[in-house]
């Protein structure tokens, strides 16, 4: 009976081996070996907006983008958002912004109007946490806020709260 309960664990750790494989190769997939430098071409993605339509990056080629991985439990986060609808509305046709939410998506959605967001939000996946990774957030941490130009190559990126006068400086830096 000892030799049975031995075989159990080892198709435990059989199993749980071969999950952590699969789980990999979903990390894996957005992720490059290494994050993307400061003047390399962005990663491009597709997700779903909070209406649950496709939103794809791409659209945004001509302006700045600047891309805001957040959720709604995050006071830094929240304490982002009318500075972010601010400038987006000062910086109108040059700029945009997009918030990747780490959140349910009703959740969002009702946040969103709660707060008045007015720029695009999209719902991540369990692999974007490997997109932020690719980005350069080895931490997972939020909030987390990538600039890229209007010609698509990532200018900067901060970790953690961004402060008007640092993005304002960023945005100015993706203008040159």
């Given at each position: 009976m000892k030799w049975l309960g031995q075989i159990?664990?080892?198709?435990?750790?059989?199993?749980?081996?071969?999950?952590?494989?699969?789980?990999g190769r979903l990390w894996?997939?957005?992720?490059?070996?290494?994050?993307?430098q400061i003047g390399a071409p962005m990663i491009d993605f597709v997700m779903p907006d909070v209406a649950e339509k496709p939103l794809?990056?791409?659209?945004?080629r001509g302006r700045t983008l600047v891309i805001n991985f957040w959720a709604p439990w995050c006071?830094?986060?929240?304490?982002e958002i009318p500075m972010f609808n601010r400038i987006r509305d000062e910086y109108a046709g040059r700029v945009e912004f997009l918030g990747v939410s780490l959140d349910d998506p009703q959740v969002v959605k009702d946040f969103a109007q709660e707060h008045g967001i007015r720029y695009p939000l999209v719902m991540a996946a369990m692999g974007d946490y490997a997109?932020?990774?690719?980005y350069g957030n080895e931490r997972d941490?939020?909030?987390?806020?990538?600039?890229?130009?209007?010609?698509?190559?990532l200018v900067?990126?901060?970790?953690g709260e961004i402060r008007e006068a640092e993005l304002r400086g960023m945005l100015d830096q993706a203008d040159g």
């Open positions: 159990g664990i080892l198709v435990v750790a059989i199993a749980a081996g071969a999950a952590g494989l699969y789980a894996s997939q957005w992720a490059p070996p290494s994050a993307l794809d990056t791409r659209q945004f006071e830094p986060c929240i304490r997109l932020m990774r690719a941490a939020l909030p987390f806020t990538v600039i890229v130009d209007a010609q698509g190559r900067a990126r901060r970790l």
